[in-house]
């Protein structure tokens, strides 16, 4: 079983860009549909980079139940590896149970950190259901662009 350490390295100095799935080298068939993609030899639960001084993470749609907690181990260590003020967190497969628990759990990490949470969801249907989940603790968006907008318009006037 692989654990949240070997998913991501908590130390900032090697934290940085990780290969997405598709950049990896072809795996041969397509995983299951319940399964992660591999990256070299490890799960690629979530990738990240840094934009403008904001933690920008994506979490792998077909996360499962069996997962979810490595994943939001894994998310709460670059999110405190980085300590930036701001996290947009790409949630592409939120009507799976378990990555809507990753994200609410995400939620409690950054309120305990001081860190805004917002979440980008493609579906419109899952926004809504995502925005009733949060109540007010974060906000919910359609895409990275207007995430990263919004956070750039709440760093100005502050």
Do not use: Q, W
């Not at 403008?52 to 997962?67: A, F, H, M, Q, Y």
Request: aromatic share 2%.
């Amino acid at each position: 079983m692989t654990t949240a350490r070997e998913i991501v390295t908590p130390d900032p100095t090697r934290l940085g860009p990780l290969k997405t799935v598709e950049a990896a080298a072809p795996l041969g068939p397509a995983p299951a549909a319940d399964s992660v993609g591999r990256c070299g030899g490890v799960h690629a639960l979530l990738t990240h980079r840094v934009v403008d001084d904001t933690l920008l993470v994506c979490l792998e749609p077909r996360l499962s139940i069996r997962n979810r907690a490595a994943a939001t181990l894994a998310l709460e260590e670059v999110v405190a590896a980085y300590s930036l003020p701001h996290l947009v967190l790409e949630a592409p497969g939120i009507r799976a149970p378990a990555v809507l628990s990753a994200v609410l759990r995400t939620l409690r990490a950054c309120g305990k950190r001081g860190t805004v949470l917002s979440v980008v969801v493609p579906d419109a249907s899952s926004r809504a259901l995502l925005r009733d989940a949060l109540d007010a603790g974060g906000r919910v968006f359609g895409s990275t662009g207007e995430a990263l907008m919004a956070v750039r318009r709440a760093v100005e006037v502050s």
